[in-house]
């Protein structure tokens, strides 16, 4: 395994095949990357921006997605993570075929058993602020598609009985969240861990988490969520930009802090790797 090129990548990251299918269609020039403890991911480009998006195709659940998300944000060193696919439905106003931007992600498991009954104890990640604003400010432009900013919930279950013990649970507990998926959490985590690195789950609809959801399926719904789920993704990544230094950057100086690299004024990021040999430096007066 060789160190990927220093270069502004945004880590795409699915579950599904047909979720996978849907945003490699708008990636060109891939190139298959593997990992030494054999992780694939595709990198290519999204033109005609500057970035490079690294796709991955983790397989179900929130702890599978959080461990593997940590080996490929310490792998590929990415400026942004955005988790894609495919969710149920939890509000009567959000439609199949709708496309729901976490604001923040639920944890739905943690609590206390008591005597007295369960005492959850809510745990919430935030989505990324700057790449809120990017989705908030593409889908104004994209009247095919209808957006919801709200909460996610995520478990390690597919639901498909609106009147089950876990549904009333949700929506006891969690009654703001807008759909229901199951990795969103693991790899919010697996970024907030990194080191605050911005991170967003976008998930369209593919059906409303009842008994209807095999019927939905079948007649191709979820297909239909994961194009508009990457539709919203794409859009994001032409509306955010690469931190300063990058060549396609719109953002002002930033820094990472005293072991990360500094953006603006000098420019020397080494991304955790280590250099041997003289440094010619090059002062930047835009200060």
Known sequence: MTMPDIQPTVLVLTALPLEYAAIRTHVEEREER???????????????T????????????????GVLTAQLINW?????????????????????????????????????????GFLVRPEALPGSHALEQA????????PDVRAHFMPIATGDVVLADAESEIARFIRRNYNDAGAI?????????????????????IRGISDRADAGKHKADASGSQ???????????????????PREGSSD???????????????????????AGTFHGPITGKSDRRR
């Open 34 to 48: 593997v990992h030494r403890d054999g992780t694939r991911v595709e990198v290519g480009r999204l033109t005609p």
């Open 50 to 65: 500057s970035w490079h998006v690294a796709l991955a195709e983790l397989g179900m659940g929130a702890e599978r997605a």
């Open 76 to 116: 590929l060193r990415p400026e942004a993570v955005l988790f894609v696919g495919v969710a149920g439905s939890l509000k009567d106003d959000v439609g199949i075929g709708d496309v729901v931007v976490g604001t923040k992600v639920y944890e739905i498991y943690g609590g206390k058993q008591t005597p007295d």
């Open 135 to 142: 989705a908030r400010s593409a889908v104004r432009d994209m």
């Open 181 to 201: 998926e199951m990795e969103g959490s693991g790899a919010l985590w697996a970024a907030h861990l990194s080191g605050q690195l911005n991170a967003l789950v």
């Open 223 to 241: 297909q239909r969520a994961a194009e508009q789920a990457a539709a919203v993704t794409v859009a994001v990544m032409h509306k955010h930009r």
């Open 249 to 271: 950057s719109e953002e002002g100086p930033q820094e990472r802090g005293a072991n990360g690299a500094t953006y603006g004024g000098d420019h020397i990021d080494f991304r």
